[in-house]
């Protein structure tokens, strides 16, 4: 993260919704370090409700769902390269060509969409030429 999204966009993320598995103490310290969000569920034991802090926790849940809903079209085009596009079948042996069929597999999934798309607007730019 460091290097490429700093380097690339000019600052750090405001948040970083990213999968559970990935919520470790030593993670969240150097994202909280950094000035980044972890979006995720705090560790530990949940805090008891109260009526002074019900609406705060209240309103962390909202913002937690809100997040976990944004991961979800993620998680999805994920999905699909996995059964779609054979994207658990990848057995390179060296890391960076793993990280090549990776990145090829992706490029591939992009411009089928652009086509389905293009497809449709052709389909139906044709459809007004009939009528």
């Given at each position: 993260?460091?290097?490429?999204?700093?380097?690339?966009?000019g600052h750090y993320p405001e948040r970083v919704l990213a999968d559970p598995l990935y919520g470790t103490?030593?993670?969240?310290?150097?994202?909280?370090?950094?000035?980044?969000h972890f979006a995720g569920k705090p560790l530990g034991r949940p805090k008891k409700v109260t009526e002074e802090n019900r609406e705060e926790l209240a309103q962390r849940q909202a913002q937690?769902?809100?997040?976990y809903l944004q991961r979800i079209p993620i998680e999805g085009k994920f999905g699909q390269g996995k059964n779609g596009y054979r994207l658990n079948y990848v057995r390179a042996k060296r890391a960076n060509t793993s990280i090549a069929w990776i990145n090829s597999i992706f490029l591939v999934m992009n411009p089928l969409i652009l086509e389905r798309i293009f497809y449709a607007l052709y389909k139906y730019s044709l459809a007004w030429l009939i009528f």
């Open positions: 993260m460091d290097a490429y999204y700093r380097e690339r966009m103490r030593e993670n969240r310290h150097y994202l909280k370090h950094k000035g980044v937690r769902r809100s997040d």
